[in-house]
């Protein structure tokens, strides 16, 4: 029954993008016709057709490997840094005041001062880098902090007295607050860096990314180019988006299956059995859940 509905609401939720793109590409023609001006709103078609001239270029796929390749390295550095960081602010207030200042720097200072620092200081194919990770960091980071700061203090408490194994602890109550605080930050932060990644090289200008390819469209005065690199950025920020949805489903998935294991079926009648509703209440209490850690 659950599956049944799932699907259900998948399917829904894809009609509703589906109006919703229709109409966004009917008040773009609209708004085309009305102005007259393909140098201010090409229509869609022209706009079509500078995409395909653009995916036909021999150049292509070099042009979005090299900006994949600074987003990916931007994010994963982030991530590393993000996480390890993190957790000792988590763990340790001390390194959390350290750290602190730093990290409002970073939230201030607007991304356009750090875009043009970092083209003064590196050069021009490393500079979206640095830009991405000084404006994604502080997200990725403080999410985990958050992350470690939340967990139920009782749950703590109760896990010193039964003198568990700190990796255990780690594993298994840590790391699991953790991704779920990181997963979500994740999908605004891969995001946000290719926006920010884009935007960068379209100030530092690297001999082959997205961003100079804006630039050269705008320098033409090719409005329908610059639309078409668009799409083509909104459907590679859509994909990592689609990514991290798929990884939190799977997480989900994971959470169902253990339920379920835990579970006596209700089919046989056991569904108020006092022994099932023992185990539950303990679970819920994560009396059960240390027992087990302890054991295991």
Same mark, same amino acid.
């Given at each position: 029954m659950k $599956?049944? $509905? &799932?699907?259900?609401?998948?399917?829904?939720?894809? @009609?509703? $993008?589906?109006?919703?793109? %229709?109409?966004?590409? !009917? /008040?773009?023609?609209?708004?085309?016709?009305?102005? #007259?001006?393909?140098?201010?709103?090409?229509?869609? #078609?022209? $706009?079509?057709?500078?995409?395909?001239? +653009?995916?036909?270029?021999?150049? %292509?796929?070099?042009?979005i490997c090299a900006t994949l390749n600074r987003i990916i390295f931007c994010f994963i550095i982030t991530l590393i840094l993000a996480v390890i960081l993190g957790m000792l602010s988590g763990f340790y207030k001390p390194i959390y005041n350290l750290l602190s200042p730093i990290v409002l720097v970073f939230k201030s200072v607007p991304t356009m001062a750090v875009?043009?620092?970092?083209? @003064?200081?590196?050069?021009?194919? =490393?500079a979206p880098i640095l830009v991405g990770f000084l404006v994604t %960091?502080?997200?990725?980071?403080? #999410?985990?902090?958050?992350?470690?700061?939340? =967990?139920?203090?009782?749950? +703590?408490?109760? !896990?010193k007295i039964y003198k568990i #194994?700190?990796?255990?602890?780690?594993?298994?109550? &840590?790391?699991?607050?953790?991704?779920? &605080?990181?997963?979500?930050?994740?999908?605004?932060?891969?995001? /946000?860096? !290719?926006?920010?990644?884009?935007?960068?090289? !379209?100030?530092?200008?690297?001999?082959i990314s997205i961003g100079t390819s804006f630039q050269i469209e705008k320098a033409n005065l090719n409005t329908a180019g610059v639309f078409a690199w668009s799409i083509i950025a909104i459907v590679i920020a859509g994909t990592f988006d689609i990514i @991290?949805?798929?990884l939190q489903r799977k997480k989900i998935k994971n959470k169902e299956n253990i339920y379920r294991i835990l579970k006596i079926n209700k089919k046989g009648g056991y569904g108020k059995n006092p022994i099932y509703l023992l185990y539950k209440r303990l679970w819920e209490k994560n009396i059960l859940k240390i027992w087990i850690l302890k054991k295991y």
């Amino acid at each position: 029954m659950k $599956t049944s $509905t &799932y699907k259900i609401n998948f399917k829904s939720d894809n @009609i509703y $993008t589906i109006i919703s793109l %229709f109409i966004s590409i !009917v /008040l773009w023609q609209v708004a085309s016709l009305w102005l #007259n001006k393909p140098i201010i709103i090409p229509a869609p #078609n022209e $706009t079509v057709i500078s995409l395909i001239k +653009i995916l036909k270029d021999p150049m %292509f796929l070099s042009i979005i490997c090299a900006t994949l390749n600074r987003i990916i390295f931007c994010f994963i550095i982030t991530l590393i840094l993000a996480v390890i960081l993190g957790m000792l602010s988590g763990f340790y207030k001390p390194i959390y005041n350290l750290l602190s200042p730093i990290v409002l720097v970073f939230k201030s200072v607007p991304t356009m001062a750090v875009i043009l620092l970092a083209i @003064i200081w590196l050069e021009s194919e =490393i500079a979206p880098i640095l830009v991405g990770f000084l404006v994604t %960091f502080p997200l990725l980071y403080q #999410n985990i902090v958050q992350g470690i700061r939340n =967990i139920d203090k009782n749950l +703590i408490e109760m !896990v010193k007295i039964y003198k568990i #194994n700190k990796l255990k602890i780690i594993k298994e109550i &840590y790391l699991p607050s953790i991704k779920s &605080y990181l997963m979500a930050g994740m999908s605004s932060a891969l995001g /946000l860096n !290719v926006k920010i990644i884009i935007a960068a090289e !379209v100030l530092s200008q690297p001999q082959i990314s997205i961003g100079t390819s804006f630039q050269i469209e705008k320098a033409n005065l090719n409005t329908a180019g610059v639309f078409a690199w668009s799409i083509i950025a909104i459907v590679i920020a859509g994909t990592f988006d689609i990514i @991290i949805k798929l990884l939190q489903r799977k997480k989900i998935k994971n959470k169902e299956n253990i339920y379920r294991i835990l579970k006596i079926n209700k089919k046989g009648g056991y569904g108020k059995n006092p022994i099932y509703l023992l185990y539950k209440r303990l679970w819920e209490k994560n009396i059960l859940k240390i027992w087990i850690l302890k054991k295991y």
